[in-house]
């Protein structure tokens, strides 16, 4: 079992900055890859980005390419997502994830194991 903790999130203004971590504890395997998801009201949930346990492989949902940045500490066990620019379409509960993959080929995608309970982030207009 892994258990992960995000924090990180709040209230910011439109083109404000946030950085998010997620802290993993508990029984692991030696490497794994991580990712980020958002669900707001109403929406399903969104893939945002995610990397691999080297990271040397990382992906970004176009709508958050050149405002995001994904990073991991494995000393730490914590992943990491910068966010720069804020709109207030980026409201929404973010969640970080054990994730495998990816998997396909137009149209990539991940099968997560683990999810943290989420942090909110609230960018106003």
């Known amino acids: 079992q892994v258990q992960l903790v995000e924090s990180g999130g709040g209230l910011v203004q439109a083109g404000g900055s946030l950085r998010l971590s997620c802290a993993a504890s508990?029984?692991?395997?030696?490497?794994?890859?991580m990712g980020w998801y958002r669900q707001a009201p109403g929406k399903e949930r969104e893939f945002v980005s995610a990397i691999s346990w080297t990271g040397n492989n990382i992906y970004y949902v176009d709508s958050v390419k050149g405002r995001f940045t994904i990073s991991r500490d494995n000393a730490k066990n914590t992943v990491y997502l910068q966010m720069n620019s804020l709109k207030p379409e980026d409201t929404a509960v973010y969640a970080c994830?054990?994730?495998?993959?990816?998997?396909?080929?137009?149209?990539?995608?991940?099968?997560?194991?683990?999810w943290g309970q989420g942090t909110q982030v609230t960018v106003s207009s």
């Open positions: 994830a054990v994730v495998r993959g990816p998997y396909g080929s137009a149209r990539i995608r991940f099968e997560c194991d683990y």
């Open positions: 508990g029984r692991t395997f030696s490497s794994y890859g």
